[in-house]
């Protein structure tokens, strides 16, 4: 699900999943208070700031043209105070007259006694500080899970480089087969690279003798990460994962996909950071079309879900920055 929101600080407004704002788990898209002071992410920086949730839709395009068209209204921010929002007090309040119904709390006019409110007031604060603890549980489970997801890129990496290895003895047995048959074998280090079949000519990645695949660009990355990058189950992880296979995280963290500043980023002095390879970008570029078309994807369809790359680079530029910091 995808949230229309406002920041409060600049009054910029931005698309993001409802995932990026904190403590918001609607249940369908009329389920959020526009008047609620929210936690939203920032996806350049990966820091949060208040904001306000305008509107909600499971499609993405219905958002867009709201934003293009500027046509969502603004309410007023509520302030926050000691009593619970207008909407959780006339439920109390409900609660409460049909409570005093049944045992004459309420009197002749239907208003609840202080007492009965007082008590719902006390049910609803205490709920709401357990719903605050919840959020702290949260915050410590999703810390363990980046520390766990970190062990398994390092494993994924060791097995990477073992599949590697693997590759090489392969190649060094094939050899030695050859040789004690008798026949020719050239060795060299400049030895043509070989096509792979499925591919047109402007799309071929070369797979070089040192059990490295050429991917276009002057990037080469394990013929084993290539593999296991093919079978990924979705555009997000192909183009993430592919990533930083190329320029690894380090590098991306240092980058950015246009080599821009944000707007809301300019006024505090902060510098572009240098964009991406641009031959190498390409690579990313052709090898996720050439993946779809091998998956039978029609090319408009292709074109369209391409021009997705730089906001999936771009997510996991973010991804690693929130890992960085929590460390």
């Known amino acids: 699900m995808f949230a229309l929101v406002r920041y409060l600080e600049d009054n910029y407004r931005d698309i993001v999943l409802v995932s990026h704002i904190k403590d918001f788990d609607p249940a369908n898209v009329d389920d959020f208070d526009k008047t ?10 990966g820091a949060y700031y208040e904001g306000q949730v305008l509107l909600l839709s499971d499609k993405e395009n219905t958002l867009r043209q709201r934003l293009e068209s500027k046509r969502a209204p603004v309410p007023k921010i509520r302030t926050e105070s000691a009593t619970p929002p207008r909407k959780d007090r006339a439920g109390l309040e409900a609660a409460a ?37 919840l959020a702290v549980e949260l915050s410590v489970l999703q810390h363990k899970y980046a520390e766990l997801e970190k062990a398994k890129e390092e494993t994924q990496h060791e097995l990477d480089e073992h599949k590697e290895e693997c590759v090489n003895l392969r190649s060094i047995q094939d050899k030695i087969r050859s040789l004690l048959q008798g026949e020719a074998l050239e060795v060299s280090f400049g030895a043509p690279v070989l ?15 040192e059990g490295k695949t050429h991917i276009g660009g002057g990037a ?13 189950k979705n555009d997000s992880r192909f183009c993430k994962d592919l990533a930083v296979a190329i320029w ?20 505090q002095g902060a510098v572009a950071k240098p964009p991406l390879t641009p031959e190498k970008y390409q690579a990313v570029k052709d090898s996720f079309k050439t993946w779809l078309l091998e998956k039978g994807v029609s090319e ?3 074109a369209m879900r391409s021009r997705k790359i ?15 910091k929590k460390f």
């Open 36 to 45: 609620t002071k929210y936690s939203v992410l920032w996806r350049d920086d």
């Open 97 to 133: 007259n049909k409570t005093g119904q049944d045992s004459g709390g309420a009197d002749e006019g239907g208003m609840i006694s202080q007492q009965v409110y007082e008590e719902l007031l006390q049910g609803y604060q205490q709920l709401k500080r357990k719903k605050q603890r």
């Open 195 to 209: 096509p792979s079949p499925s591919r047109t000519s402007e799309e071929t990645i070369l797979q070089c003798p």
């Open 220 to 232: 080469y990355i394990p013929v084993g990460t290539w593999s296991w990058i093919r079978g990924a």
């Open 248 to 267: 690894g995280s380090e590098v991306l963290l240092n980058r950015s996909t246009e080599g821009k500043v944000c707007n809301r980023l300019k006024a």
């Open 300 to 302: 408009s369809e292709v």
């Open 310 to 324: 730089g906001q999936y680079i771009s997510e996991k530029i973010m991804d690693i920055k929130k890992a960085q």
